[in-house]
Structures are given as C-alpha cells and as structure tokens.
C-alpha cells in the first residue's frame, strides 16, 4: 500500500460530502505501472462491466474523482453512512459469502442517497484472484456468481423495474444453462442451481427486500440507473463466450 493511500481517501470523503464510499486505485501487484481496479460499473439486470478509464496510473490527477457502481478488494465507508445499515458491523450480506457482496453493498449506499466514487490519488497494490482462485471459473463460483446476482436484484430494485429486468436476466441465464449443456455440464448445472437457490429461499430474500424497500431506500432506481450501464448483448453473449465457452 502507498503511504499516504488511508489518509487521501478520508480526506476525498470529507471533499465530497455527497459521496457515501469510495476505492482507491489497485495497482497491478506484478506490474505496477497498470492499474488493476477502478472499482466497476453494472448493467440494468446485474452484469458488471469494466469502466473505459485509462489503464496508466500516471494519466491521473490526483485529485480526481470518477462515479462508480461499485467497490472492489478496498473500499471506504462514511461512518454516518455505515450508522445506516441495519449491523454496522457488517455492512455486506453475510448470505452472499463470496461474489457480488460489494456490488449490494455500494447498491445500498446508493439507495441512500449517496455516491460511490474512485480515488485515483489513493494508490493500493492488489494481486487478482487469490481469495477466487486466479483465472479459475469453478462449478461454485459460477453458481455463486448466478445466485448472487439474481439475489441483488431481487432485493434492491423497485417492483416495477424488478419485473422488467428480472426476467430479462432469468432468460438470459436459461439461455447460458442450454448452451453450456453442450461442452460444460457442471457449469449448466450450477447455473440452473443458482437460480432455483433464490426461489426455494424466495421467503428469506423477500424479507430482506422488505426491509430494503421500506426503511432503508431514500432514492428512486431513476436517480442510481443514471450510473449503471445499458444492457449489451454483444457485450453480453462476448463476455459469456470468453468465460465459458
């Protein structure tokens, strides 16, 4: 970590008291001159996607600021922001246990009103895939990947966008069950696992939406969409062919 990495985000925050959480930059830990992470964005039915921000740390000032979906590896919490979740010991859902936990996270931030922006002048190194497994796409992680996604939107979004972008995204991940039948049955399987997960445990999520929808959100979905991306097919299915396929 650079030295002064804890004391430039705080004082971001307090420069920007409409920000709730904010990353650092993550440098590559085998090659530092590249940047690792600049946190991410996501699309309306829950796929991440990469922001398009130069990947040479020295084309950044350092006071810059840069909105954001979502934090990844390091992120920073306001402490009045934090006062607000139900367990301020636990910001993250323990029901995610790996993947996708930080993208809920930063979705409640925002329901709260607040912003979720990338520090470029707080500098940490990072080494990808070590908790994950480096480059590996395993049964479990992809079940992971596919229940906590749904699960994310499920709880988060309001009713009328739940039942536009929930099926969409249901669709898509049938889509992926069918074509990985052909070439990868376990992880057609583990698709199909992770969806049915959120609707066998359908009375666990919709208590947490409850609580989300009815004394946490200050925001409409209108006021966070203004950060996530559009859905893409083409980035979609490029995504789903070089992962999977």
């Known amino acids: 970590m650079h030295t002064q990495w804890l004391r430039n985000l705080v004082d971001s925050l307090e420069r920007t008291p409409d920000a709730g959480a904010a990353q650092p930059m993550l440098l590559k830990m085998n090659n530092p001159d ?70 809920d996270m930063c979705w409640a931030v925002m329901l709260l009103g607040y912003r979720v922006i990338f520090i470029p002048g707080s500098i ?59 070439n990868n049955g376990a992880h057609a399987v583990s698709t199909l696992k992770g969806l049915v997960w959120n609707f066998t445990n359908l009375r666990i999520i919709w208590r947490k939406r409850v609580e989300i929808q009815v004394s946490f959100r200050k925001v409409e979905d209108s006021c966070i969409k203004k950060v996530m991306a559009r859905p893409s097919l083409t980035r979609l299915f490029g995504d789903f062919q070089r992962h999977y396929i």
């Open 124 to 182: 940490v190194f990072h080494e990808r895939g070590v908790s994950a497994g480096l480059g590996k796409q395993t049964a479990n992680l992809v079940f992971l990947n596919t229940r906590n996604r749904l699960m994310t939107l499920m709880k988060n979004y309001e009713i009328g966008n739940l039942m536009r972008y929930v099926p969409v995204l249901i669709l898509f991940e049938l889509f992926k069950t069918a074509a990985l039948l052909r």
């Open 34 to 103: 590249k940047v690792d992470s600049f946190g991410g964005f996501f699309d309306y039915i829950g796929y991440a996607c990469i922001p398009t921000f130069p990947s040479e740390p020295q084309n950044y000032k350092s006071e810059a600021q840069f909105d954001i979906c979502y934090c990844e590896a390091v992120t920073i919490l306001r402490r009045s922001v934090l006062d607000q979740f139900s367990n301020p010991a636990q910001p993250y859902d323990p029901a995610y246990f790996q993947h996708w936990e930080d993208v």
